[in-house]
């Protein structure tokens, strides 16, 4: 199994010559050109895995120093078992030993192909757990085991923790709605359709981030509509980037300007 250093998304031997993900033009290759890695390597340069409560009941899981996008994983620890979301591209004996310490693990999913990180290593070393992945986004997966488990739709991993795939940035695209967070308020766990812009108080909708690729006002429009159907205050996105409340009317109302945008609206403004 290799990494790639660039998106940290793990992928079986004999690896192509480039990423398949980072060719897409939602990501890229960088400049000094493809670049494979392995645990034993990362290991050896001193990665470690930190983790931090965000509220109780969530902990962000982040690396150090950085692999690949570095993405913050999500552990959301239910009465009956956790979910470890967009889990990171690297995974060590300590990783693990501390997130059992808050029970077995139920599942892991991710919210889109980018975060698929070394999933399939995690499943290995929490006892095989189930990785759900979206079956509009399997053509992505580098590496293929029987842990995988194909979801469309929503998926409920136990009681107050449902997945529900809103498309957007990748046709599987998901988020996570855990009903018990946010002091019961509710809480999403959101990817690149969904993502808390660093004002905290509006979203963006975008196809590709780094390359400034937005999705349409009717996409928009259409994710805000799906997610109204659920009851949440806060929204955390895949970089720890939080609306820390009020954010289903702010999800709306960035909806709303994203489309108006496009529109055309304001280009009396520009």
């Known amino acids: 199994?290799?990494?790639?250093?660039?998106?940290?998304?793990?992928?079986?031997?004999?690896?192509?010559?480039?990423?398949?993900?980072?060719?897409?033009?939602?990501?890229?290759?960088?400049?000094?050109?493809?670049?494979?890695?392995?645990?034993?390597?990362?290991?050896?340069?001193?990665?470690?895995?930190?983790?931090?409560?965000?509220?109780?009941?969530?902990?962000?899981?982040?690396?150090?120093?950085?692999?690949?996008?570095?993405?913050?994983?999500?552990?959301?620890?239910?009465?009956?078992?956790?979910?470890l979301w967009d889990p990171v591209g690297y995974v060590d004996d300590n990783a693990v030993e501390t997130v059992l310490e808050y029970g077995p693990v139920l599942a892991i999913a991710a919210s889109h192909p980018h975060m698929f990180g070394v999933q399939v290593e995690w499943s290995r070393r929490l006892g095989g757990v189930p990785v759900l992945v979206a079956d509009a986004d399997r053509q992505w997966?580098?590496?293929?085991?029987?842990?995988?488990?194909?979801?469309?739709?929503?998926k409920t991993v136990t009681e107050g923790l449902t997945l529900h795939q809103t498309g957007g940035h990748f046709p599987g695209s998901a988020v996570a709605h855990w009903a018990a967070g946010a002091g019961g308020r509710g809480v999403l766990l959101t990817g690149d359709s969904v993502f808390p812009n660093p004002d905290r108080r509006s979203i963006?909708?975008?196809?590709?981030?780094?390359?400034?690729?937005?999705?349409?006002?009717?996409?928009?429009?259409?994710?805000?509509?799906?997610?109204?159907?659920l009851t949440f205050d806060r929204i955390y996105g895949n970089f720890n980037n939080v609306v820390a409340a009020d954010a289903k009317a702010i999800l709306n109302a960035s909806a709303e300007r994203h489309a108006a945008w496009a529109r055309g609206d304001f280009d009396h403004l520009t």
């Open 141 to 154: 997966l580098g590496r293929v085991d029987p842990v995988i488990s194909y979801w469309s739709d929503s």
């Open 1 to 83: 199994m290799l990494i790639c250093a660039a998106c940290a998304v793990e992928r079986d031997e004999p690896v192509p010559g480039l990423c398949p993900i980072c060719t897409d033009e939602r990501q890229y290759v960088p400049e000094v050109g493809q670049q494979w890695l392995t645990l034993d390597e990362l290991m050896q340069d001193g990665r470690k895995v930190s983790f931090e409560e965000n509220e109780p009941g969530l902990i962000g899981i982040s690396t150090d120093p950085k692999v690949g996008i570095r993405q913050t994983a999500q552990l959301v620890v239910a009465p009956n078992g956790s979910l």
């Open 204 to 229: 963006a909708f975008m196809r590709s981030y780094p390359n400034r690729l937005p999705l349409s006002g009717p996409v928009a429009l259409r994710i805000a509509a799906q997610l109204g159907t």
